[in-house]
């Protein structure tokens, strides 16, 4: 009789008890939007890296949010942009056109039109924004597959989302929420990616092998919620695998005895 008793007093508080949970979250968020924020704009990404390492530089261009253009780090070098071009060992004209803020909607809104046509490689970073805002899950999968649709045939690296539970910027329990969210995302963006067959996906949210929670924290920037150089040069190792793999071989310098 007691468990009877106790049950409709149960499902009775629940409304209450998910009203408070997002209440404490849209409180949470505000709090982490403001304060001090050592990193707004991003550095001046685009420019030439390696020259006179070849003939013809190798043309990357980088599209998405702010982790594409490097938000979080002091010097240029240290973007994974740059830090990518430099592990090729080749010549790599570099456009950043990625902005901070940038959602999977103004990538194929704003971004495309600026592409070059004789870009040979595209890295594209979108989707922790949309995870961030009201954007529905379907309308952020319609949108990536057109983009990634208007970019063919020119191969594309799609980074995955990142691990958004990481950033401690954001209390709990928001930080535990936005991590699912964002897991939720990827499995959509993973399988949108597939579909398209001149996209590599390239994992940025697993820690490297034996880092902790902790340490992986430690990676982060002065505003707890992008990566620093460390980070960044984590991605860009993985990024620069894949690109190696589908640049053209003869674009690669000629090495001379």
């Keep these: 009789m007691r468990a009877r008793r106790i049950a409709p007093v149960g499902i009775a508080a629940a409304p209450a008890v998910t009203g408070l949970c997002w209440a404490l979250c849209a409180w949470e968020a505000r709090r982490a939007r403001s304060g001090d924020r050592p990193y707004v704009e991003p550095l001046p990404g685009s420019g030439t890296v390696g020259a006179g390492l070849g003939n013809r530089p190798v043309r990357i261009t980088w599209l998405g949010d702010s982790l594409a253009a490097g938000l979080g780090c002091d010097d240029v070098v240290d973007t994974p942009a740059h830090l990518t071009a430099r592990l090729l060992e080749r010549a790599v004209d570099v456009t950043v056109l990625a902005v901070p803020g940038a959602r999977v909607a103004h990538v ?135 690109c190696h793999e589908l640049l053209e071989p003869t674009s690669r310098p000629t090495l001379v005895d």
């Design 108 to 242: 194929l809104e704003e971004q495309l039109s600026q592409v070059a046509p004789d870009t040979d490689l595209f890295v594209l970073c979108v989707g922790a924004n949309d995870v961030a805002s009201a954007t529905p899950r379907a309308r952020y999968t319609a949108q990536l597959d057109q983009v990634l649709a208007r970019l063919a045939p020119t191969p594309v690296i799609v980074l995955s989302l990142p691990d958004m539970a990481m950033a401690d910027r954001m209390a709990q329990p928001l930080r535990s929420l936005a991590g699912a969210r964002a897991r939720w995302f990827e499995a959509a963006r993973a399988q949108v990616a597939q579909r398209h067959g001149h996209t590599i996906s390239v994992d940025i949210a697993s820690r490297p092998p034996g880092l902790s929670r902790r340490e992986g924290r430690a990676m982060l920037c002065a505003d707890r919620f992008h990566p620093g150089p460390p980070g960044y040069r984590v991605w860009a190792e993985r990024i620069a695998t894949f």
